[in-house]
């Protein structure tokens, strides 16, 4: 228990540093640094706050104790005895709490993403799911004051998608999203069956942190730009002009196609957005043994071709593989109420970590 107080009180040492060094006119100055420390501060805040509850009711205790010790009436050694009980279980679960609050954060927990969204198997149906799952990621971004970007888009005849690219922009949005990477599977008739026979098609997606410059610089050497003129509806401006890119990563081998917009430098930004993430996700992914252990044991990171969750229309169920977890809501989850599903996933991959920590 030492080492616990000892650790949080460091914590809290390093917060009031903090914000004597925010209050420094020379750290204000510095744009770059303040944002730095700003965000320690923000990070550790919470935490510091859980101590700092933790300490008065430790305290409060202790005076408990030593009233105990007195000689004291029936009455008020019964009075004692029960608010010690209740502050014995609010320092327990406050001591659960900071615990939680000490996990290590994934660096990337406060990132925007890049989240891509393909129809996989089951032809149009799939292509009609992959939308289904964009509008009900749009929801609830939206539940969340969050900003959604279409990048780019590969519609079908049908009034799907073949792929479609987004950027999600927000507080804290990569720390919620990042379970949804992996395979969707549906369950349900399509509209385009006439014998009113249940089929199962797939659709998957992958999400990716937003790469900034500080994360990763890109040698402009290792990039391969080809232009050509964008193919499809766009008009006669789009046919005449070579406003399509491809951009390569010769060391990795990604290659970014963007013609949705009207200019080649517009797609030439976008382009460079998704490239950057691709290439960070990739080398994030390879970094070290210790990382791809990581990964491997969180319920969020898997592989996109592992199947997550299957949603299931005749019977208005969702479940998600991971933590055997069925809800029978489809509809309000399929219009962006994901909060359950989500909240259940961060709680598992929590309680992973501690075990984690626990066996070290």
């Known amino acids: 228990m030492n080492d616990f107080i000892d650790k949080l009180q460091a ?6 540093e903090l914000n004597e060094l925010l209050a420094d006119p020379d750290v204000i100055s510095d744009s770059q640094k303040f944002t730095e420390l700003s965000k320690e501060e923000a990070s550790i805040r919470e935490t510091v706050a859980k101590f700092r509850e933790y300490k008065k009711v430790i305290a409060q205790i202790a005076d408990d104790e030593e009233m105990q010790r007195e000689k004291l009436d029936p ?3 019964e009075l004692v005895k029960s608010e010690l009980s209740s502050l ?4 327990d679960d406050i001591e659960e709490q900071i615990k939680v609050l000490m996990l290590p954060m994934d660096p990337n927990d406060d990132k925007n993403i890049i989240m891509e969204i393909h129809g996989a198997a089951g032809g149009d149906e799939a292509s009609l799911f992959a939308a289904d799952l964009f509008n009900m990621y749009s929801r609830y971004a939206e539940n969340q004051g969050w900003k959604v970007q279409i990048v780019d888009e590969n519609a079908t005849e049908v009034g799907g998608f073949k792929e479609i690219v987004l950027m999600i922009s927000g507080d804290r949005v990569y720390s919620k999203l990042k379970y949804e990477n992996g395979a969707h599977r549906v369950q349900r008739v399509p509209v385009t069956e006439s014998a009113g026979r249940v089929h199962t098609s797939t659709a998957t ?3 990716m942190p937003e790469a900034e410059d500080v994360d990763i610089d890109i040698d402009p050497k290792d990039i391969r730009t080809d232009v050509y003129r964008s193919s499809g509806a766009g008009g006669q401006h789009i046919n005449k002009t070579s406003s399509a890119v491809r951009m390569t990563h010769l060391p990795t081998g990604i290659v ?12 030439r930004v976008k382009a460079m957005q998704i490239l950057k993430a691709r290439v960070y996700d990739y080398y994030q992914t390879r970094e070290q043994d210790a990382y791809d252990a990581e990964r491997k044991s969180a319920v969020g990171t898997g592989d996109r071709s592992e199947r997550i969750r299957t949603y299931n229309y005749p019977q208005n169920r969702v479940t998600d593989h ?6 029978n809501k489809l509809d309000r989850i399929m219009n962006g109420e994901l909060d359950e599903i989500i909240d259940a996933l961060i709680l598992d991959d929590q309680a992973k970590k501690m075990e984690q920590l626990r066996n070290e």
């Open 11 to 16: 914590v809290e040492d390093r917060y009031d």
């Open 75 to 77: 009455e008020m050694d």
């Open 88 to 91: 014995r279980s609010q320092r």
């Open 205 to 207: 997606v992958g999400v």
């Open 256 to 267: 970014v196609a963007m013609q949705d917009e009207r200019s080649q430098q517009q797609n």
């Open 322 to 327: 991971r933590i055997g977890l069925s809800l």
